[in-house]
């Protein structure tokens, strides 16, 4: 069973919007981290958004850059974390990956990643 599976890649322009999705096996999901990076083409990979839950209580984190943008948010019945992206930019674009097991967004931290999927956004 693949771990990690993202889905909901595209083409934007300037100004829209995209929903990621990550679908994880329970073991990877449950009181992990789960995050989301991205790396856009000679860059490298850098954390965008993470989420941590335990019981009721939750802890989000964001790259300064979408703060006020982006939305992560998880559903627990589904072992399902979302990206919700808006405002997007042309410097948005990369590829996105889905990982888990880390902490925050300490990219070396994290142990699983997805295959990625690809974000264009075109001015």
């Known amino acids: 069973q693949v771990p990690l599976v993202e889905s909901g890649g595209g083409s934007v322009q300037a100004g829209g919007s995209l929903r990621l999705s990550c679908a994880a096996s329970?073991?990877?999901?449950?009181?992990?981290?789960m995050g989301w990076f991205r790396q856009a083409p000679g860059k490298e990979r850098e954390g965008v958004a993470a989420?941590?839950?335990?019981?009721?209580?939750?802890?989000?984190y964001y790259v300064d850059s979408v703060k006020g943008r982006f939305t992560i948010s998880q559903d627990n019945a589904k072992n399902t974390v979302y990206l919700q992206m808006d405002s997007l930019k042309p410097e948005d674009t990369a590829i996105y990956y889905c990982?888990?097991?880390?902490?925050?967004?300490?990219?070396?931290?994290?142990?699983?990643w997805g295959q990625g999927t690809q974000v264009t956004v075109s001015s």
């Open positions: 990982a888990a097991g880390g902490f925050a967004l300490r990219r070396e931290s994290y142990q699983y």
């Open positions: 329970r073991y990877m999901y449950s009181n992990k981290y």
């Open positions: 989420i941590y839950t335990a019981g009721s209580l939750s802890s989000t």
